[in-house]
């Protein structure tokens, strides 16, 4: 997920938003046609997530601007342990610090 936020924030930098939900993860494997789109900002296809199932995008997010994220292992809403949820709003950068 860190991975795919990555090259999120380089197409934003590139065209100026994130992809749009039509658009979705796509958008950073392959040109979806946009002006300054300067891609491909993954080296491969967009990733499966550790159980074999899609990420998935929301755009608008609930945790943030947009939200990168995976239902786990039974690929449904919530659960604990292996099938809890895992989102993009879990991984916080740390801010740069002067020197």
Known sequence: IEMLMAAMEAFRQDVGRYPTQQEGLAALAADPGVKNWDGAYLKRAVPNDPWGNPYRY????????????????????GGEKENADLGSWEWVRPKATAM
């Open 58 to 77: 929301r755009n608008p997010g609930e945790h943030g601007a947009v939200d990168i994220f995976s239902y786990g292992r039974d690929n449904e809403p």
